[in-house]
RNA sequence: GCCCCUGUAGCCAAGCCUGGUCACGGCAGCGGACUUUUAAUCCGAAGAUCGUGGGUUCGAAUCCCACCAGGGGCACCA
């Protein structure tokens, strides 16, 4: 991939500062589709984008501009065109900018005829093939910017993912929350249960980790006063990367003061649904081939029963370590020796269970041994106001009334500071100052935590992660140049 | 980390199982023809360390080994 790339001579000579355009690609369809074949409308415009298609046949030229909002003809007679030959000789890939009439061709195509054109900028590179586009996926996550030019889906992808953003801070602003930024970097990572990257600052001398999750920060928040809070928050795991998941992935989490688990599922089937709606047109969306009824409410039922209804045993944190060891064994879910009960009746919810869910379906009441952030619940023991939502198979959010006492919270983090020390090191570790939080009041508080790129998948209806996110982690590229040295971090220099 | 699959020009892609004349083609790019095309069409010339390194063989894109990169699955998580 070394100079046989490059085609053409550069000529960024002429190359204009600006370009002023008054329309786009859609405008035009949407104003002018109308009109009849082989007509004019007297109305003449300027637009821009790259040169897609073109197809010259003598002392007449057509081409396909594209820009963000679509395609458009241009329609070129070598009569009207200024020059021509350097028109017909542009590039595919080649950015241009076009003044001329909006008109029809006698075969029904609008277009722009071109009777003023600008070269805006030269690809010197060759563009994929026309038809076929590129197929690699190595290629289309690396180079982003052409994949996204040739495969008209990844762009409607990341446009729909943008509106899932945007709708969501509106549906979220209008029921009165307040986004918020809270730090990346953490001095101790919480909020999950993860392994963290770590980092180091200079001037403090001291080891910082890229947030696991924002929760910590957020429910800091509501004991400052501010009852309901959301941050769409980049987060950052050190695991392993598959079709579900990637190293840095976008977590919607909001936390509102007053409010209970039952509140905070209302919120997010209706968050869902009305998101379903505005995106797709429908309650009901189709993913990987099978349909998913998004209309509220949504099923809720507890672990325990969802367990039942699935293997026929019943099982409870009541039955004892011993009890839950023997139905592990009986449905072959193996479990380690240092995990309590609640760790194996998830285990065995995890294992026999959740893959044959589709939802979408709330499951309720997680084991307290798991769930160290979230409340007791109000009558079942060993288990809190913990639940998840299921929608298509996939796990999209994690919510629960939130645990609001200092003391039994402090007793949770010495218990994962014991899993830690027994080598889960995924485990937590203490927060006093998130302790010291508490100690001042959190009001009863609901929260949640929503995989955003995972709802971009089912509302997109695409299986893997990666088509959902715009530059995904891979490794870095072979670049044929010698390793070793030009990437030393440069020494330095002051220059503030 | 383990298992399976893939890697042929800028892009798409045949050949690989059943080793054997200058590695089949298409798109893009280059030269030429063409005044209503829609992946325009037609003619011409050119473009390839067959992922990398070893091995087997008279002979390797093809068989074997190792490595690199990517995809899928398992495991962990959202």
């Known amino acids: 991939m070394t100079g046989g790339a490059f085609v053409g001579g550069g000529d960024a000579d002429g190359q204009p500062y600006r370009y002023e355009t008054d329309s786009t690609a859609a405008a035009l369809h949407d104003a002018f589709d109308g009109i009849d074949d082989g007509s004019e409308t007297g109305t003449v415009v300027s637009i821009a984008g790259r040169l897609m298609l073109r197809r010259v046949q003598g002392k007449l030229a057509f081409a396909t501009l594209a820009d963000s909002t679509g395609r458009v003809q241009l329609f070129a007679p070598q009569k ?7 028109f017909t000789g542009r590039s595919i890939g080649d950015w241009i900018g076009v003044r001329g009439e909006v008109m029809k061709t006698r075969r029904g195509e609008l277009s722009v005829r071109v009777d003023e054109w600008t070269s805006l900028a030269r690809t010197r590179r060759p ?24 495969t008209p889906d990844a762009r409607d992808t990341f446009v729909l993912r943008s509106r899932l953003l945007s709708l969501t ?13 809270t730090p990346v970097f953490h001095p101790i990572p919480g909020g999950a249960l993860a392994r963290p990257f770590s980092t180091h600052h200079n001037a403090l001398d001291q080891e910082l980790f890229l947030r696991i999750a924002p929760e910590l920060y957020l429910k800091r928040l509501t004991v400052a006063g501010f009852e309901r809070v959301f941050e769409i928050a980049r987060v950052f795991r050190n695991e392993g990367l598959s079709t579900r998941h990637n190293p840095e992935f976008t977590m919607l989490e909001a936390y509102q003061a007053y409010a209970d688990w039952d509140d905070i599922m209302v919120l997010v089937e209706e968050l869902i649904a009305h998101l379903a709606v505005e ?26 029963e969802l367990v039942a209804e699935r293997t026929g045993v019943q099982v409870s944190l009541e039955d004892g370590l011993d009890r839950l060891r023997d139905v592990a064994a009986e449905l072959g879910v193996p ?11 998830l285990e065995i919810y995890e294992k026999t269970t959740e893959p044959h869910l589709w939802g ?38 994690n919510g629960f009334t939130e645990l609001t006492d200092a003391v039994e919270q402090r007793a949770r983090f010495d218990e994962q500071a014991t899993q830690k020390a027994a080598g889960d090191d995924e485990a937590m570790v203490v927060d006093e100052d998130y302790l010291r939080a508490l100690d001042y009041g959190l009001p009863p508080t609901g929260g949640i935590g929503i995989g955003i790129d995972r709802l971009v998948m089912l509302l997109a209806d695409v299986t893997t992660i990666r088509d959902v996110i715009l530059f995904p982690t891979l490794r870095p590229e072979q670049t044929g140049a010698p390793s070793g040295g030009s990437v030393d971090n440069d020494q330095g220099e002051d220059v503030d």
Request: glycine letters at 6%.
């Open 80 to 86: 009207t065109t200024p020059q021509f030959d350097d």
């Open 127 to 150: 563009f994929p093939d026309k038809w076929k586009g590129i197929t690699d996926p190595d290629t289309r996550y690396r180079q982003r910017y052409v994949d996204l030019w040739v």
């Open 169 to 181: 801070r509106r549906w979220l602003e209008e029921r009165d929350f307040l986004e918020v930024e």
């Open 279 to 304: 995106l797709t047109g429908s309650t009901t969306v189709t993913y990987d081939g099978r349909d998913v009824d998004l209309a509220t409410p949504w099923r809720r039922a507890t672990l325990p």
């Open 335 to 345: 479990v380690d020796d240092a995990h309590g009960a609640g760790k194996i009746l």
């Open 360 to 397: 979408p379906i709330f499951v309720t009441e997680y084991p307290k041994e798991v769930s160290p952030l979230a409340r007791d619940h109000r009558s079942t023991p060993g288990m809190t106001e913990r639940f998840e939502a299921i929608i298509a198979g996939r796990e999209l959010c």
